[in-house]
């Protein structure tokens, strides 16, 4: 993993924390909590006092249903050794950005700079990939039968790589 001169995270800890739920870009109370070096506790207890900074489009709570599959997928005690007694918390980009208000740490704020600037690379990375799928298009309908064959190479050179789903249990 690089780590960057001014980074206190390497950038792909953040992005291994980046979860897609209900079709939005989310990292999860308990994640935010270990890159800020806080309980789980006390970023929720904050939040919770401001709760007015957190529209639904910054955070919410993962439903029932939600957070079960999400809990059984992670094999857990009773208990809050890791603090999953209640729903988790989801956080959007921006509600991490409010964060930095909430938390008012030296840390948090470098943490939240990283995590922004990873969201913002994310999201680069998906518009240059569009991009690109739509002048591959462009150039297809442009050129006979016989590109096809490179257009379909090119194509699945695009698509991006399945990740391999993560065992649960014992090995």
């Given at each position: 993993?690089?780590?960057?001169?001014?980074?206190?995270?390497p950038?792909e800890?953040?992005?291994?924390?980046?979860?897609?739920?209900r079709?939005?870009k989310?990292?999860?109370?308990?994640?935010?909590?270990?890159?800020y070096?806080?309980q789980?506790?006390?970023?929720?207890?904050?939040?919770?006092?401001?709760?007015?900074?957190?529209?639904?489009?910054?955070?919410?709570?993962?439903t029932?249903?939600?957070?079960?599959n999400?809990?059984?997928?992670?094999v857990?005690?009773?208990?809050?050794k890791i603090?999953?007694r209640?729903k988790?918390?989801?956080?959007?980009?921006?509600?991490?950005?409010?964060?930095?208000?909430?938390?008012?740490?030296?840390?948090a704020?470098?943490?939240?700079?990283?995590?922004i600037r990873t969201?913002?690379?994310?999201?680069?990375?998906?518009?240059?990939?569009?991009e690109?799928?739509?002048?591959?298009e462009?150039?297809?309908?442009?050129?006979d039968?016989?590109?096809?064959?490179?257009?379909?190479?090119?194509k699945?050179?695009?698509?991006?790589?399945?990740?391999?789903?993560?065992?649960i249990g014992?090995r």
């Open positions: 993993m690089k780590k960057s001169e001014n980074s206190l995270i950038q800890t953040i992005e291994d924390k980046i979860l897609l739920i079709g939005k989310v990292i999860l109370d308990r994640d935010l909590a270990v890159l070096c806080v789980t506790k006390v970023l929720k207890q904050a939040v919770r006092r401001n709760a007015k900074r957190f529209p639904d489009d910054f955070m919410f709570e993962l029932t249903q939600e957070f079960e999400w809990r059984s997928q992670i857990t005690s009773k208990g809050d603090g999953l209640y988790p918390m989801a956080f959007t980009e921006q509600g991490v950005a409010m964060l930095s208000s909430v938390l008012n740490s030296e840390r704020i470098q943490v939240n700079i990283q995590i969201f913002t690379k994310l999201r680069e990375m998906i518009l240059t990939h569009k690109l799928q739509k002048k591959i462009s150039m297809e309908s442009k050129y039968y016989q590109f096809k064959i490179v257009f379909d190479a090119i699945q050179l695009l698509k991006p790589p399945e990740k391999p789903k993560k065992q014992y």
